[in-house]
């Protein structure tokens, strides 16, 4: 991940504090976990990571996603740095392989040992980069805390087979139904998923194309918080509908009612595998 942060030591101080937002799409019991890893694994690395706010000179947000995978589940996160006006001065990215877990409780076998790597993993991205950073050979263990129950943030296993037909290209029609600028980043970081990962994007005017069309539902939900579902629905040239790529999340109510920024990133990237995968080779 060298570079991400290619810059950064010309921004932040040897003294400087990094609050740590909540972090976003994983249960209670993961990101208060997280957390006290990421203090711990920041205190190794000479970090001063504090938990909430605390007037930190930056604010580091964390958002998850746990999307199954043939054998097991793949964590994925992306991690912003934002200075006290709001703008995002780095970023980290990054995925930990899970054995266990399910389609129906991806965070299910997300346990210490997982969190522990993930803090470490994202610190020395960090302490790479920040002035009096230092790497560590060891982590210092967490005690697991209790917490909700775990909700659903995966890419649902594609439910149909594609069809044969070769396409000349693929369109991500616009969002709908998305809070805040959802819709447009929404789509943008889908097409640049898919554009990234060798698939042929094509415009509306093109003939024998197929569509991934995304629908964004909230639904009420108790504790101050809003149930979110992303359907990806995948449709060949013929109009059919091939399968639909499905997230679910509970969320704080009302926290996508503006920019989405990395939350669009890591939804696209958790459903791009998905989507291709109903989609014949060939595109």
Do not use: H
Request: hydrophobic share 40%.
């Amino acid at each position: 991940m060298g570079g991400l942060l290619s810059g950064a030591s010309t921004i932040f101080g040897s003294s400087a504090k990094v609050d740590i937002a909540p972090i976003i799409g994983a249960p209670d019991n993961v990101t208060s976990e997280l957390t006290k890893a990421l203090v711990a694994a920041g205190n190794e690395r000479n970090l001063t990571l504090i938990p909430g706010s605390s007037g930190g000179d930056y604010t580091l947000r964390g958002y998850l996603l746990a999307a199954p995978e043939r054998r097991g589940v793949k964590v994925s996160y992306i991690w912003d740095v934002t200075d006290t006006k709001g703008a995002r001065v780095a970023r980290v990215t990054g995925e930990q392989a899970v054995s266990q877990g399910s389609a129906s409780n991806p965070w299910g076998g997300v346990d210490s040992t997982v969190i522990r790597s993930i803090a470490s993993k994202t610190t020395s991205q960090l302490a790479a980069e920040l002035p009096g950073g230092r790497s560590a050979s060891s982590s210092t263990p967490v005690a697991a805390t209790t917490g909700a129950a775990a909700p659903t943030v995966a890419a649902a296993a594609p439910r149909a087979a594609p069809a044969p037909a070769k396409p000349a290209g693929v369109v991500v029609a616009p969002v709908s139904g998305a809070p805040g600028d959802g819709s447009r980043s929404l789509t943008t970081a889908l097409k640049k998923k898919l554009y990234a990962d060798g698939v042929k994007l094509a415009n509306g005017t093109s003939a024998n194309v197929y569509t991934v069309k995304g629908i964004v539902k909230l639904t009420s939900a108790s504790g101050g918080k809003e149930n979110i579902r992303i359907d990806w629905q995948v449709i060949d040239p013929s109009g059919k509908r091939l399968g639909t790529v499905s997230q679910q999340n509970t969320i704080p109510k009302g926290s996508l009612n503006g920019p989405w920024g990395a939350i669009a990133d890591a939804a696209a990237a958790a459903a791009a595998d998905g989507i291709i995968k109903l989609l014949p080779k060939s595109s």
